[in-house]
DNA sequence: CGCCACTAGTAGACAAGTCCCCTAGGAGAT
DNA sequence: ATCTCCTAGGGGACTTGTCTACTAGTGGCG
């Protein structure tokens, strides 16, 4: 559900193929939703099954056939519909903290290694974020909400190395 | 495989009913992971089946019987080489900064209610989450590991209330 | 010429998770 | 006396998501 949506609010930004949206979900929105090729398609087919967009076969010169998808007057009104809605419940699953949880189990090299590798890839996706951040103009309201929604992953993530910071050292 | 590996865990610490596991899934593991109970009750079987955990029926005196599982010695080791695995990716996901990604679709208003009710659950989770701390004790490294991940749950929380307050003053 | 990377899309198997339904006994409230 | 809640344990349908592998065309590199 909520992947479908997702879908036709970037197709109510421009009409893109499944192959467009993916590389949407590995950088713009990737910071709060991922999603596999395999059901971007899907959804997408689902999409078109259930009128909320529509395709077009754009012949690809001297490139593979483009299946365009754009969205329908219906596809909006499910999108402003989903957007008034309320909220999904919220899954926190975490398999890290799960680890931490238990981590008496695990001697003191293990331990230092687990949140040694937390910290990289903490600060591997700080950085990310970061770039995109400076790379970032916020002409409109739209561009201010979406820079918005990368300040809470920036906010989240230097609030997880200041915790590993603090567990390492109570550790110490 | 995590749930599964959370369910040893907890196994660990004692012998338990899917009836058990289900209320630790809705208190003391429920800041980093949830579980629903037809869920719980089938990983509990794969786990016997697996023979990482077995069963014994004690006659419920005045109540129902209770299936008891207790972690094998297999089941200890497929929990220490889980301990030490690598992390599994991490997903994101997070149906509300979706919404506000999308939120200049959104009035004025449904934007507020949005951005209010976060601050609901969240004020409401984070009220939780210090009663929880206020209650609990550290006597041993243990203990103080499993008060770590529910600091790491009210940092969060923290952080998040702030972005929030922030969204909110930016758009005023 | 062969190899690799990129664009574009598809198929199938599986794993994981949710939702709604059910049985049953006992305890306490109305 | 009936109703509802709590403990305890399921079943089955369904949705969602992941992984692997495959087709097919283009362009660049050595």
């Known amino acids: 559900m909520v992947l479908s949506r997702i879908i036709l609010g970037l197709l109510a930004i421009a009409p893109m193929t ?47 056939d483009r299946q365009e998808h754009r969205i329908t007057a219906a596809g909006r009104a499910a999108l402003a519909a989903w957007l008034e809605s309320a909220p999904e419940r919220q899954v926190e699953r975490d398999p890290f903290l799960a680890r931490v949880f238990f981590g008496a189990d695990l001697d003191d090299d293990g331990f230092r290694a687990l949140i040694a590798g937390r910290r990289e890839t903490t600060s591997a996706r700080l950085a990310g974020f970061e770039r995109l951040r400076a790379e970032a103009d916020a002409p409109d309201r739209a561009a201010r909400l979406r820079l918005a929604t990368l300040d809470n992953g920036i906010a989240h993530l230097r609030t997880e190395l200041a915790w590993l910071d603090a567990v390492e050292e109570e550790l110490a």
């Not at 999603?35 to 690809?60: M, S």
């Open 18 to 64: 499944g192959y467009d949206l993916k590389r949407h979900f590995d950088s713009t929105v990737g910071h709060f939703w991922s999603a596999d090729k395999a059901q971007i398609y899907r959804t997408l087919a689902q999409l078109v099954a259930d009128g909320l967009a529509e395709v077009e076969t754009v012949a690809g010169a001297g490139a593979p």
